[in-house]
């Protein structure tokens, strides 16, 4: 029969596989592409808001001439 320790220690065994196992994935060379361009993605918005502003100066500019 199983009592409780054993339960807590085959849970605390199982959660810390599950745990290396999500580190190894995470740090897979599979995965590092997606990572990267999500961790750029912060970025992009600023490159389309730049673009917007100077599209916006460019037709006031056209407005004026």
């Known amino acids: 029969m199983i009592n409780i320790t ?8 199982l959660m810390l596989v599950v745990f290396i196992g999500i580190c190894f994935w995470a740090w ?11 961790a750029n993605l912060p970025f992009a918005d600023e490159e389309i808001s730049a673009r917007s502003v100077l ?5 006031e500019e056209s407005k004026h001439e």
């Not at 599209?55 to 037709?59: G, Y």
């Open 6 to 13: 054993d339960f807590h220690s085959f849970y605390t065994l």
């Open 55 to 59: 599209k916006l100066q460019e037709q």
């Open 28 to 38: 897979s060379n599979k995965r590092k592409k997606f990572f990267n361009d999500a």
